[in-house]
Each structure stands twice: as C-alpha cells, then as structure tokens.
C-alpha cells in the first residue's frame, strides 16, 4: 500500500515551458488536493476534486490546470511555468468530505523555474 | 473560520515529553483540531484530530480545554526523529463543497536534542 505517490520528485523547467505533475493513491479515495508550499508561506490550496470527473479552484489557481479522468490519478498542468511557480507542490488525498476524514500527503515534488 | 496561534519554535529533551500548546479561541462547535507534522523533505503526515474529547492513538495525546479555545498535542517520549514543524489546524468546511480544505499556518518548529 503506497499511499500517495508524487512523480517526478524534482524538475527544472525553463520560463515558458509546459509540465504535469502527476498524483497517484491507492486507497479509493475521493477527494483529492493540489498544495504548494513556499517559504514562510504555509501550505495554499491550488486545485482540487472530489470525485472522478470534478475539478474547482483552490485559493490560487492561476496558471495552473488540473485533470481528474481516473478516481486514482489528479494531475497538475503548468502550460508556460514562470519563475513566480518555483515551489515544493504537495498532493493530497481524503476518503470524503466529512470533518473526520484526515488527509494524506505525498511527499511533495520540487519545482525550479528558471 | 477559525485560526490557530502558535509558538513558532520550542526545544525538548529526547525522552522527555513534548507539549506544543495552539489557541484557537474562535473555534466554532463543529469545527474539529487537527495536528499534522512536516518532516525536513517530506510531505505533512498526519498525527491526531479531535472534536471535544482528549484522543490518544500510538503517535501522541491530544488534550482539548472544556471551552475548546485552546488545546495541547503531547509526544509522551520525545526521540530525535519527531523533530519536525507541527501543525494544528482547525478543519473547516468551505462553501463550495471542499469539505476537506485545510489552512496551514506557520506552525511549531519542535527540536528534539540528545
């Protein structure tokens, strides 16, 4: 049982190219959560789905797209990355919605800007 | 929603028990506390959450004030490897249906020394 599993774990892109960051659990979960986190800054929610087929924006969302086509797998687009998205991004996944349902973090994936 | 203050650092002896106090005094009655940690590198692990009642599982005790304004997270035998930032956050519902969002704050920077 891997959990929540983050790929590629680092990458350089240079400004104006395009990437995807791919999340994968394997605990049937639902929900599923796009952070990043940059110093001094906490953890802000870019993106997130609660079920397979559903996105919504987070608390900042601009220049990043997501997908949800399989209830296992939540994917992070950056269509032309911008030294501003230079960040730790972290995945998250939670059986429901529901106030005692934790969440579930994978270990993050490192992205430089140049 | 509700927000959670915290030292932003403090010091244990390993072996020792570690007691990271967070306030929350505008915590509303259906809110729950939620303590995550982040591991130097890695992605938020979970610890514990509770509603109103003190909650104990094989991570740690989580000690809730009757008035729920405030409340303590215990490692009861601190080691060198629960160094880490801890969060406490307050889980929220949003109204967009996210049941899940977390806000993570700055949170507690726990050392544990030899």
Known sequence: NAGVTQTPKFRVLKTGQSMTLLCAQDMNHEYMYWYRQDPGMGLRLIHYSVGEGTTAKGEVPDGYNVSRLKKQNFLLGLESAAPSQTSVYFCASSYSKLLNSPLHFGNGTRLTVT | ?114
């Open chain 2, 1 to 114: 929603d509700a927000k959670t203050t915290q030292p932003p650092s403090m010091d244990c002896a390993e072996g020792r028990a570690a007691n990271l106090p967070c306030n929350h005094s505008t915590i509303s009655g259906n809110e729950y506390v939620y303590w995550y940690r982040q591991i130097h590198s890695q992605g938020p692990q979970y610890i514990i959450h509770g509603l109103k009642n003190n909650e104990t599982n094989e991570m740690a005790s989580l000690i809730i004030t009757e008035d729920r304004k405030s409340s303590t997270l215990i490692l009861p035998h601190a080691t060198l490897r629960d160094t880490a930032v801890y969060y406490c956050i307050v889980r929220v519902t949003s109204h967009n249906n996210a049941g899940n969002m977390l806000t993570f704050g700055g949170g507690t920077r726990l050392m544990v020394k030899p």
